[in-house]
């Protein structure tokens, strides 16, 4: 057991001088882990740990369990899940802007160890895991650890990045606006087709629109709709080398069967390979952007 309440007072906010949040690196701001199979970024995760949950800083939280935490300074950022509800998904949308809003000064009393304090609301440590199978544990204990400490800071340097939902969540499409919706099991925050049309192929549009030279293979990524009509499903153009015929661009389900994966992760010459890899400047996108490509399409490869 530990301290791990979090509670604030309005003159804490108000006195106090958030330091600065410095710089912020967005791979790991976005890292997942998993508390009963259901995804939070870590950032997310170590503070609906330590200050909201079921106490202080939570909508919920009432009488001895919210330990003199003033009502309406709530931080909940629990993913909404299957069995979310419209209340759920009200204490998420006030907690997760109360947490940007108020990102510097909740830094200030982290980094100046005043909060969380003493003893309120003592409870044990929640069981993290690095998998949505629970087979991994996750190194995730809390904010009286500096290392994770410092992942909140990052975190909130990030501008707090969250799963908002899961897509089996009934809530998940009034939760667009709030952080990521991703699949049940997901491995990767970022592995969302908004975010890989965002990242990736709006830098392909040069060849793949459909004003360019190659809009005879019916690749148009102009807009995200047209991209994801352009691949998801759809046959390979084979053009000068028919190994390329009768492969599928995207197979919902199978990222090493989809020719876009080939393309953006096979070396030039490989035997798996047909034609040239992606983009044709000779720089494929780095690892974490092909992972999450991978995982996307394993996921579903959904809009």
Known sequence: MRAVAFVLTLSSLVVACGPDLGTCDMTAATKLVYFNGTPFTEGQGLVYQSCAGSFCHAEVATGLARSGAPHGLNFDVQTLGKS?????????THGINKVRDEADELWGVIDNGSMPPGKVGERPDLMWFSDPEGKVPAMLIGLDLGEDRDKVRNWLACA????????????ADAAKGLGAIVPPGMTSSTATFQSIYDT???????????SSPYKNQALNFSTKDAAYMSLVGKPSFAGADAKCANRTLVKAGDCMGSLLYQKLSLPKGSPGLCGDPMPLTGTQPPPDVQKNVCDWINAGALP
Do not use: E, F, K, N
């Open 84 to 92: 979310a509800t419209t209340l759920q998904l009200d204490a998420l």
């Open 160 to 171: 707090a990045p969250i799963v908002a939902a899961t897509t089996d969540s009934p809530q």
């Open 200 to 210: 990736l192929l709006t830098t392909c549009t040069s060849c793949h629109s459909a």
